[in-house]
T-cell receptor
Framework: QKEVEQNSGPLSVPEGAIASLNCTYS??????FFWYRQYSGKSPELIMF????GDKEDGRFTAQLNKASQYVSLLIRDSQPSDSATYLC?????????FGTGTRLQVFP | SAVISQKPSRDICQRGTSLTIQCQVD?????MFWYRQQPGQSLTLIAT?????????ESGFVIDKFPISRPNLTFSTLTVSNMSPEDSSIYLC???????????FGPGTRLTVT
């Protein structure tokens, strides 16, 4: 079992819709959870982090964490074509950040 | 947040040669890391660059192949030695501020080995 799992996609959503990206992790001791956005040919950009169960909102982005079920999700409201990118979920393991393989999001006009 | 830069941004190198990548942060940071991202893949941690001591390497990576220096709290280098085409990848520098959990990445170095 992979430590951090994501659906590779692509996830295609129309402009203005809500994009929902999901991630599960295997280490119950994980404490910190991150979402990075990576445009093609660019480095990962940190867009959200969450440390406690529940929801955390920042603009059009909402991160959701459920430690009991070991999943973390990212909702993007009012999706724009500029949101088209690969979204990497990352989880802090015992001493390092562990990345999922990423979900490719495509927002079409 | 801090600004992080890497040099070179890209390079094309011949098999058997070595390349040193530089990473500079504009403020002092506690931890610096080096990652590799091969085409179509996620990020793999190569090592943690420790200031004033040897780097801590992850399984599958060795100091002879990827020597790392970190002479101070704002600067680190990664050398890719005796390169082969399998080393073609994007190499990324990353850092953590003291007391923080959020990790940030530099712009990356795209390496092609022919």
């Amino acid at each position: 079992q992979k430590e951090v799992e994501q659906n590779s996609g692509p996830l295609s959503v129309p402009e203005g819709a809500i994009a929902s990206l999901n991630c599960t992790y295997s280490d119950r001791g994980s404490q910190s959870f991150f979402w990075y956005r990576q445009y093609s040919g660019k480095s990962p950009e940190l867009i959200m982090f969450i440390y406690s169960n529940g929801d955390k909102e920042d603009g059009r982005f909402t991160a959701q964490l459920n430690k009991a079920s070991q999943y973390v999700s990212l909702l993007i409201r009012d999706s724009q074509p500029s949101d088209s990118a690969t979204y990497l979920c990352a989880v802090t393991g015992t001493d390092k950040l562990i990345f999922g393989t990423g979900t490719r999001l495509q927002v079409f006009p | 947040s801090a600004v992080i830069s890497q040099k070179p941004s890209r390079d094309i190198c011949q098999r058997g040669t070595s390349l040193t990548i530089q990473c500079q942060v504009d403020s002092q940071v506690t931890m610096m890391f080096w990652y590799r991202q091969q085409p179509g893949q996620s990020l793999t941690l190569i090592a943690t660059a420790n200031q004033g001591s040897e780097a801590t390497y992850e399984s599958g990576f060795v100091i002879d192949k990827f020597p790392i220096s970190r002479p101070n709290l704002t600067f680190s280098t990664l050398t890719v030695s005796n390169m082969s085409p399998e080393d073609s990848s994007i190499y990324l520098c990353s850092f953590l501020h003291q007391g923080k959990r959020e990790q940030y990445f530099g712009p990356g170095t795209r390496l092609t080995v022919t």
